[in-house]
């Protein structure tokens, strides 16, 4: 009687089982259909791991040499700076390396707090409150402060992690055409019937690197009654009147997007193009990311290059070199 009944419960799980493996084939399939078609398209993108510390100078993985850095965030060059280790080492000796749990069980130490009051007192405001990424600040803002008697009005080139927080929330949805004031005015007349109306935008647009016209946006925003919320990943700190990357990019002939920041799209169109002259950009030293669908539209494909307060002169200079040489060797420039 024993063995009857394990055989009868290994004969009850086999089909269970082919079924389970059935669906994973079936999956399998499909994943590697969609990717095929990626890599046809020209958009399959590629991990390139650093082997040093973040600065203007990197190590790449499988390169050789030092590379020059023009693709990150570090804007200010501060995630080198001695002062900021320094600082950083400090903290790990006083506070640990870890919070042990959420902010509002025991995860809230005395460094949270002195540091969203010197931000809340940067911004002349209340208070302020620290979260671990933007994806995170954007996830949990829209669905706390909007109902479904509300309404939000989103730039359409915002960023992702805005998008994605206001897919979160209940509100009614207007999305107005990129840094279009008269679009974003008949959208917040459209939504005067609403209980409450944000009008959501980044500050600068970091695919971009233009700039929200805020003055415009939130004189609309007092006449029709809204609120503004604004992104500043890229945009405090990093503005100034500088721009000699643009300048001498615009004039070797490429069309650099956006505005006087940090950010300086090149503009190629094709996705396949932008990757392959990223990837002979670093073969010149120079590290650079290109960016396609589904990151930028269909069409617009970019190289996108962010300029850092710790790049020499004659780094920048080594940069638009290397464009050019690499955009006429592409047939990106003639």
């Known amino acids: 009687m024993w063995a009857a009944c394990v055989l009868g419960a290994a004969l009850s799980r086999a089909p269970r089982g082919r079924r389970a493996h059935s669906a994973l084939a079936q999956l399998r399939g499909i994943l590697e259909e969609e990717l095929e078609g990626i890599r046809g398209a020209g958009t399959w993108k590629s991990e390139r791991v650093i082997t040093s510390r973040q600065g203007p100078r990197i190590h790449v993985g499988g390169v050789s040499g030092g590379i020059l850095n023009f693709c990150a965030n570090n804007y200010l060059g501060l995630s080198s700076h001695p002062e900021v280790i320094q600082a950083g080492l400090q903290a790990l000796e006083e506070f ?93 007349q459209e939504a005067q019937k609403h209980r409450l109306r944000l009008v959501a935008t980044d500050g600068a647009f970091s695919m971009d690197g233009d700039i929200a016209p805020l003055k415009e946006i939130c004189h609309l925003a007092s006449r029709y009654g809204a609120l503004v919320f604004v992104d500043e990943c890229h945009a405090t700190g990093f503005l100034g009147a500088t721009g000699r990357f643009r300048s001498k990019m615009e004039a070797a002939g490429f069309t650099i ?27 010149r030293g120079i590290f650079v990311i290109g960016f396609s669908y589904p990151v930028v539209p269909k069409g617009k494909a970019r190289i996108r290059v962010q300029i850092s307060a710790v790049h020499s002169e004659e780094d920048i200079d080594h940069c638009v070199e290397a464009f050019v040489e690499v955009g006429r060797l592409h047939g990106a420039l003639p």
């Open 96 to 188: 640990g390396a870890g919070l042990s749990s959420v902010r509002f069980i025991c995860g809230t130490q005395s460094i949270h707090k002195d540091l969203e009051a010197k931000i809340a007192r940067f911004h002349q405001r209340e208070d302020a409150i620290l979260y671990p990424s933007c994806f995170d600040a954007n996830a949990g803002l829209f669905e706390a402060l909007l109902t479904p008697e509300d309404a939000v009005l989103s730039d359409e080139l915002n960023h992702a992690s805005i998008i994605d927080g206001i897919r979160l929330c209940k509100a009614h949805k207007y999305r107005y055409r990129h840094l279009d004031m008269a679009d974003l005015e008949a959208k917040l």
């Open 257 to 283: 997007s956006g505005a006087n920041h940090p950010i300086c799209p090149v503009m190629l169109g094709d996705a396949r193009l932008a990757s392959c002259m990223a990837d002979d950009m670093l073969k």
